[in-house]
Nanobody, 121 residues
Framework: QVQLVESGGGLVQPGGSLRLSCVGSGNIFSLGHVRWYRQAPGKERELVAT???????NYADSAKNRFILSRDNAKNTVWLQMTSLKPEDTGVYLC???????????????WGQGTPVTVSS
């Protein structure tokens, strides 16, 4: 079964930091572009950051200078380092990879189940 699994979320005080992970499994050769989204209560899903297979990154304005993406293609893992967290960063963070190339097939996109982040004092 091909899947992405996020972890690392939790409760943090404003100004704190968290490191989210997105790990792919299931004979994956490539995760492709990996995108992190934030789903906040009552709001539309928001694209937070993207990393290309070669490591090129793009960030939403809300994430610039605070969040850093990195990846290890050999481990099929992407990390989102979040610093100087604000209450408005609260939400469920989901990673999406695509195209995901596996031994048996190529998937346009695969989503993880999300990891919750709460920034509150």
């Amino acid at each position: 079964q091909v899947q992405l699994v996020e972890s690392g979320g939790g409760l943090v005080q404003p100004g704190g930091s968290l490191r989210l992970s997105c790990v792919g499994s299931g004979n994956i050769f490539s995760l492709g572009h990996v995108r992190w989204y934030r789903q906040a209560p009552g709001k539309e899903r928001e694209l937070v950051a993207t990393i290309s297979p070669g490591g090129r990154t793009n960030y939403a304005d809300s994430a610039k200078n605070r969040f850093i993406l990195s990846r290890d293609n050999a481990k099929n893992t992407v990390w989102l380092q979040m610093t100087s967290l604000k209450p408005e960063d609260t939400g469920v963070y989901l990673c999406m990879g695509g195209p995901v190339v596996t031994q048996g097939a190529t998937y346009h996109e695969i989503w993880g189940q999300g990891t919750p982040v709460t920034v509150s004092s």
